[in-house]
């Protein structure tokens, strides 16, 4: 007896596609974006400092989730915050789900849940096409009335 999950079902040709690694802890599941413990693709989640080394940080999701690596280019997006040696063992932060690699381990980057939340604030609050000066302008008018 053997425990799998379902991966595909092709009526087609009848045929099932089963598979055992998809039951370890961490793994990305059929479509590859999701893994067992519920860690998806582009998801934000606060992780904690398991390791510190020269290339960048092993940390792990949640309180018993899935450990993962955060490679030193991804630690922020200016040079001086890709320092691996600003963080300790046990310290938690957030961080965006950038991928899994090849043994199903999630990739994690705090540059890229930078830079989505940058995008996010253009969006939310746009650019209006104007400058300060003119918005300050525009404000000293209607102060002077």
Known sequence: MVKAIVLDVDHEKERISLGIKQLEKGAPTAGGAVSSSGLKKGATVTVTVLEVRDGGLEVQAGED???????????GRDRDEQRPDRFQVGQKFDAMITGFDRSKKPN??????????????????????????????????????
């Open 65 to 75: 989730g899935a450990t993962g690596f955060i490679k030193r280019a991804d630690l």
């Open 108 to 145: 994690f980057s705090i540059k890229a849940l930078q830079l989505a939340e940058e995008k996010q604030a253009v969006e939310q609050y746009g650019s209006t096409g104007r400058s300060l000066g003119d918005i300050l302008g525009e404000a000293l008018k209607g102060a002077k009335k």
